[in-house]
């Protein structure tokens, strides 16, 4: 089966930076719902189309098809007694963009009495390089293509 609209697409990946250094791999296969849902990234979809199983690729993103340039209006510190007991590296909190807009941010070290905070994609900003393998495809069913993502296996559950 090819890929198209409205098909699961379960991959295989690992995403280095442009030195060959590996920044994440799957560790079992993962499934989207392919067709411009936004279950992953537009250039990767693209490369995908009308490819089938065991069809393999690597590309070269910019920031910009991939996580984004930096934001630096999404670094923040914050004094420690705004958050609540047990805030770690590492954690992540929901907070508020300068427009009000609710967005998930990232505890990156705490200082002293400070935390400080990054709302952006940690792979943010760096040109990446994405090896795909593709391992599966199948029809979705008319459930995935109604909450727009995968159910099961690889997918979500609810």
Known sequence: MKIAKDTVVTLQYKVADLQGRLLEQSKEPLAYLHGGYDNTLPKIEAALDGQEAG???TLQLKPEDAFGVRDESLVRTIPKGEFPPGVKVGGQLEGHTDDGQPHVFHVMKI???MVHL?????????DLKFQLKV?????ASAEEIAHRHVHGAGGHHH
Do not use: E, I, M, T
């Open 55 to 57: 069809y393999q690729v």
């Open 111 to 113: 200082k002293g009495p």
């Open 135 to 139: 391992v599966g495809v199948r029809a």
């Open 118 to 126: 990054d709302g952006n994609h940690p792979l943010a900003g760096k």
